[in-house]
């Protein structure tokens, strides 16, 4: 069975430009979240849907940061301009709601330079 | 403010030894707690879960503990191997079997287990 599947698993831009990271989630799962890895902070909320509906987006940054869910099958979340302190490895996740268990992609690892 | 706290960013245990991680929260209406386990250049994995009505629950070598009055929960490893070199993350939730809210994770342990 296929897992999360996250593309791209690395990017490394310049400061301005932007990224677009994309997630897949699990064929059946209709909760589907965005996390953000840092050493300071550790593992950190960004937003999630149920059911592709929008439901928390308080842990998004700020309004450089967006996500979409046009579908049950793909979300995005883009990062415009980026800037260095948005480097990070980025998380996305999906479950069944009500379920409590969310299952990981292996992440995209974003280097602003 | 972090609302699930794992104060202990390392753990070095021997092989065959007990390995128990820790972990400690601020919010009196999270129900349901979970351990994830990731390794580097992966992402985190469910390990094992418990709800707010049980104080234990057990699978395998991995048993989790808690202790609702205390707000404070572990997770116990007997006996450590060294495939279990890992970083482990405590989580929380609201509502679980309901309307799902996020998992808040801790911080997360390192752990090393030594041969």
């Known amino acids: 069975d296929a897992g999360v599947i996250q593309s791209p698993r690395h990017e490394v831009t310049e400061m301005g430009q932007e990224v677009t990271l994309r997630c897949k989630p699990i064929?059946?799962?209709?909760?589907l979240f965005w996390y953000r890895q840092t050493m300071m902070r550790g593992l950190e909320l960004l937003i999630y849907?149920?059911?592709?509906?929008?439901?928390?987006d308080s842990g998004m940054p700020e309004d450089r940061f967006s996500a979409k869910m046009p579908n049950a099958s793909f979300s995005t979340l883009k990062i415009q301009p980026s800037e260095p302190r948005d480097s990070a490895v980025y998380f996305c996740?999906?479950?069944?709601?009500?379920?409590?268990?969310?299952?990981f992609g292996e992440g995209s690892r974003l280097t602003v330079l | 403010d972090q609302q699930v706290k794992q104060n202990s960013p390392s753990l070095s245990v021997q092989e065959g030894r007990i390995s128990i991680l820790n972990c400690d929260y601020t919010?009196?209406?999270?129900?349901?707690f979970l351990w994830y386990k990731k390794y580097p250049a992966e992402g985190p994995t469910f390990l094992i879960s418990?709800?707010?009505?049980?104080d234990k629950n057990e699978d395998g070598r991995f048993t989790v503990f808690l202790n609702k009055s205390a707000k404070h929960l572990s997770l116990h490893i007997v006996p450590s191997q060294p495939g279990d070199s890992a970083v482990y993350f405590c989580?929380?939730?609201?509502?679980?079997?309901?309307?799902?809210?996020?998992?808040?994770f801790g911080k997360g342990t390192k752990l090393s287990v030594k041969p």
């Open positions: 996740a999906s479950s069944q709601i009500g379920t409590g268990e969310l299952f």
């Open positions: 064929s059946g799962h209709n909760s």
């Open positions: 849907f149920n059911n592709n509906v929008p439901i928390d």
């Open positions: 919010n009196s209406m999270f129900d349901y």
């Open positions: 418990i709800s707010s009505i049980k």
């Open positions: 989580a929380a939730s609201f509502n679980y079997g309901g309307s799902q809210g996020n998992l808040i």
